[in-house]
């Protein structure tokens, strides 16, 4: 009964952690849509009332002011400046936030972004193996360890380990968050010269 409890209360953790970045996500799309569309409507006043694909010509130049701002955005994001300005944000404030490195560290490795940074592995938990996510080393014989839940691998634990009790396995990280929200489906393939 506890596990079903602890599954479900993951699994709702999991879905919050993974909703709430779209939503503000999606809300600040928002809002800065209807300040370009303030902008924009003064211009597209002058122009001809047109149709392109059921959107009028001002929500096309909306959208294409909000795609520069992006690709700008872009631009000085890759400054030194802004590197050390959102180096700062996330040590001081966004590390706060629970499962925040992690989920940036995944969706920089999913995107391309960045190398691989957290090697996978196989922790012993209890009597059995579970992949994980190897953060750093503690010492010679010691290491941090994210053990993700499945079906939703942005919630887990943090189990600090004996080098006895970790395996490393030639798989990416892409590769065991598919296996775990598969409920470890395909695990045959990627672990047969393992185990």
């Known amino acids: 009964m506890k596990s079903i409890l602890r599954i479900i209360k993951t699994t709702f953790i999991g879905g919050i952690l993974f909703l709430v970045p779209i939503a503000v996500l999606l809300i600040l799309i928002e809002k800065v849509y209807h300040i370009v569309q303030k902008i924009t409507l003064p211009l597209s006043s002058h122009l001809p009332k047109v149709k392109i694909l059921g959107l009028a ?30 180096s700062k944000l996330e040590d001081s404030i966004l590390s706060l936030i629970p499962g ?11 995107l391309g972004i960045q190398n691989e940074n ?18 750093e080393q503690i010492n010679e014989d010691h290491f941090t ?13 943090v189990y600090f380990m004996e080098k006895e009790r970790i395996k490393e396995v030639p798989i990416s990280q892409k590769e065991a968050m598919a296996c775990i929200r598969k409920l470890g489906f395909g695990s045959s393939n990627l672990l047969k010269d393992v185990l």
């Open 145 to 157: 360890v994210f053990v993700p839940d499945a079906p939703n691998p942005m919630s887990g634990g």
């Open 57 to 86: 010509l001002q929500e096309i130049i909306g959208l294409l002011i909000i795609i520069v701002i992006c690709f700008l955005a872009g631009i000085i994001a890759k400054t030194k400046a802004a590197k050390n300005l959102i």
């Open 100 to 110: 925040y490195s992690f989920m940036k560290g995944i969706n920089e490795k999913l």
């Open 118 to 135: 957290l090697k996978v592995i196989l922790a012993r938990v209890d009597d059995g193996w579970q992949f994980a996510f190897l953060i």
